[in-house]
């Protein structure tokens, strides 16, 4: 191989590990963490006695939606169990859940996504009264 070819071959290496330090997972890139959570609903129970517990209810199919002022950065759904899961760049996010089902409610909470995660219980009005 002669030395210009061998020169143009290390310069394309070297372009194309380059542009893949650029892009997504490079070091130009930033950082994300994860929000966890579960969506409850209460109250649940028409009458609540004293001595009779009636805790919050798991929202299946519940809308999460991480807010950065109004543009929505990231969203899901709860599984069976009212739990979601998010992956966002850090920063501070609101988290708000919708209730499903005929009466809406929404619960929100900021929260701060860095390298530690966050895990949150948003509680959505069930409408019971």
């Not at 372009?15 to 650029?22: D, H, Y």
């Not at 859940?97 to 009005?125: K, R, W």
């Amino acid at each position: 191989m002669s030395e210009v070819k061998r020169f143009l071959v290390t310069l394309l290496a070297a372009a194309l590990w380059l542009c893949g330090c650029a892009g997504p997972g490079g070091p130009d890139a930033g950082h994300t963490g994860v929000v966890t959570g579960v969506v409850l609903t209460a109250p649940v129970c028409p009458v609540e006695r004293v001595g009779q517990e009636c805790p919050p209810r798991p929202v299946s199919g519940a809308a999460v939606v991480a807010l950065d002022g109004e543009a929505v950065r990231g969203s899901t759904r709860t599984d069976g169990t009212g739990a979601f899961h998010l992956t966002l760049p850090d920063g501070r996010y609101v988290i708000k859940a919708s209730n499903i089902g005929g009466y809406h409610s929404t619960a929100t909470q900021p929260v701060v996504i860095s390298e530690t995660p966050v895990h949150v219980t948003l509680v959505v009005d069930s409408g019971i009264r």
